[in-house]
């Protein structure tokens, strides 16, 4: 155990407890939840924080992910293996399948998909008739994240209000919703990017090969690494590096860029993590730059 998990493990106990409590109440309060589980680090210690709230019982809750079909496939092969691991329900829903519904258009064919997942993720939720998405987003990420509540509430339409929230007083949470709305729930809201890899060291979670430093092709554009897949494949003019690099957070090949990095061990990504400056979206999410309201608008329009 490293000499920084000694120093916050009351912390961490404490995080821990709060993420149990908020998972029961969703349980407890919901009529018919759901988690959502992409592969990603933050949801993959919301499985483990599930295990220690609902076993030996299977989770009052199935898992879901909404895939834009441009996912890494060391995640999503990660997300299978783990659900399958676990003996839970998966159900997977894809960008792809609202395009072919004609329920989302791209202005190109090389648009980024990440926006539109909200398109698919409401689709989702009347098909199976959710009224809570517990998911893993956390406050330090973004701005417009900080601004949303624990319990979250969405209207009929999916979207929310940041002017229209419910207070949260102590440890009370109010995840009652009416038929067609829905509470979207983040129970490691108030964790910390280190907060999460002290946890992922604590516990001993696996984690997707590419959150550890390897090798990869990439161009440097507007500050970020893009790299260079058949999806983003270099442009005439650019110039291909080979790069040590690692994801902080992995999503849409797209928009998710890799850091610079040689850490390849949770215990390097520990110390690498307590000593930048530079927000987990800031430095990773193409997205993410086009207007400072970028994920406020998302979110008004029903994104995680």
């Known amino acids: 155990m490293s000499t920084l998990t000694r120093q916050t493990l009351t912390h961490l106990d404490w995080l821990e407890a709060e993420a149990i409590h908020i998972l029961r109440e969703v349980a407890g309060q919901c009529a018919n939840p759901v988690l959502l589980f992409s592969g990603g680090k933050d949801s993959i210690c919301l499985l483990r924080l599930a295990e220690k709230a609902f076993r030996p019982g299977r989770f009052p809750f199935p898992l ?32 792809e399948d609202s395009m072919a519904r004609g329920t989302v258009v791209l202005k190109s064919a090389d648009e980024s998909r990440n926006k539109h997942q909200s398109v698919t993720l409401l689709e989702a939720i009347e098909e199976f008739g959710f009224d809570a998405c517990i998911g893993g987003a956390r406050r330090d990420e973004e701005k417009a994240r900080a601004k949303e509540r624990i319990m979250s509430f969405r209207d009929e339409f999916g979207q929310w209000d940041p002017k229209n929230q419910r207070p949260e007083l102590w440890n009370l949470f109010n995840a009652r919703s009416h038929k ?15 907060d999460v890899w002290q946890y992922i060291e604590r516990e001993q979670l696996e984690l997707p090969s590419i959150y550890f430093a390897h090798t990869r092709p990439v161009v440097r554009k507007n500050g970020l690494l893009q790299p260079v897949t058949d999806l983003t494949p270099a442009k005439p003019g650019d110039v291909i590096e080979n790069v040590l690099v690692r994801f902080r957070t992995v999503g849409d090949i797209t928009c998710t860029a890799p850091v610079e990095s040689d850490a390849d061990t949770v215990e390097k990504i520990l110390l690498e993590t307590a000593t930048t400056t530079i927000t987990e979206r800031g430095a990773t999410r193409m997205d993410d730059q086009t207007s400072e309201a970028s994920m406020e608008q998302r979110k008004k329009e029903g994104y995680f």
């Open 180 to 194: 067609g709305e829905n509470i979207r729930a983040f129970p490691i809201s108030n964790w910390t990017e280190l």
């Open 64 to 95: 879901m992910h909404i895939d834009t079909g441009h996912n890494y496939k060391e995640v999503t092969d990660f997300r299978d293996k783990r659900a399958a691991e676990l003996g839970e329900r998966l159900i997977v829903r894809s960008v």
